[in-house]
């Protein structure tokens, strides 16, 4: 593959659906770059914690926090990576259309932040190569996740409530699977990812190549509701 097109996989999925276990996963293969987890910098800018500051006042924090998560997303989809096939936690697409999209209809994010944070949302998709070749979804239901999430014990995420996983979970199935709404920037390839986590691995076993390979690379889905391709939905 050397000399060719490098390739970049964007694992999305809910919160705790197993996004930074399929990246440790892949990270084995030398074809393979993985991106380091990137919610360790939001809990980590300059010694702030800002995934704390907006969990515990959204109204307040939720537009500077979201502004960093973009920030963070620009640099993982530009930084240069040396294996063929660069593998990346989330993408500055779903930082968009699920969270941002999540906290202004709830109230908890003002018209003129959500505008500008927008502006810089368009203005980078539009100037920026933040395309991936293919979106690996990890699909989920919401109980599921909350399980995993109150296992885990990340502090900053003890009292997420039930309802904000609910309407993440539709907005994840709003641009990925109903390809309603927003623009969808490549294939999607969808794992259910409610299986436990061997089982899970099974399946990025048995699914490796369609994981990596990307037949989206040759027939990239370019809006809502496009064609769809063999081996995605
Ligand atoms: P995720 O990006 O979903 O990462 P994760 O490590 O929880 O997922 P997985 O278990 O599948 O590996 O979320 C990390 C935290 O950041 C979570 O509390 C939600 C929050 N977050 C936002 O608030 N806004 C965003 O735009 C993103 C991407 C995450
Ligand atoms: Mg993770």
New binding site residues.
């Given amino acids: 593959m050397s000399g060719s097109k490098k390739i970049t996989v964007c694992v999305e999925?809910?919160?705790?659906?197993?996004?930074?276990?399929l990246l440790d996963h892949f990270a084995q293969f030398p074809e393979v770059s993985t991106l380091a987890?990137?919610?360790d910098k939001?809990r980590n800018m300059n010694g702030n914690n800002l995934?704390d500051l907006?969990?515990s006042d959204p109204a307040r924090w939720s537009c500077l926090?979201?502004s960093c998560?973009q920030l963070t997303m620009l640099n993982n989809h530009t930084i240069p990576v040396k294996a063929p096939i660069k593998m990346m936690?989330?993408s500055i697409h779903?930082?968009r259309y699920?969270?941002?999209e999540n906290l202004y209809q709830n109230g908890l994010m003002s018209a003129p932040e959500y505008a500008v944070l927008d502006q810089w949302f368009q203005w980078i998709t539009t100037n920026v190569d933040v395309k991936p070749d293919l979106i690996v979804y990890?699909r989920s239901s919401p109980e599921v996740v909350a399980e995993?999430i109150r296992r885990r014990a990340?502090d900053?995420?003890r009292a997420?409530p039930d309802s904000y996983l609910r309407a993440l979970h539709e907005l994840h199935e709003d641009w990925l699977v109903r390809r309603c709404r927003f623009s969808l920037p490549c294939s999607v390839l969808v794992l259910d990812a409610d299986k436990d986590l061997q089982m899970l691995k099974e399946e990025f076993n048995s699914r490796k190549h369609e994981i990596l390979c990307c037949s989206a690379v040759k027939s990239p889905v370019k809006g809502p509701r496009s064609p769809t391709p063999a081996a995605a939905i």
Avoid: A, D, H
């Fill in positions: 999925g809910n919160i705790g659906s197993g996004k930074t276990s987890e990137p919610v939001w995934l907006m969990y926090f979201q998560v936690e989330r779903s930082g699920c969270f941002v990890l995993r990340r900053e995420e997420i």
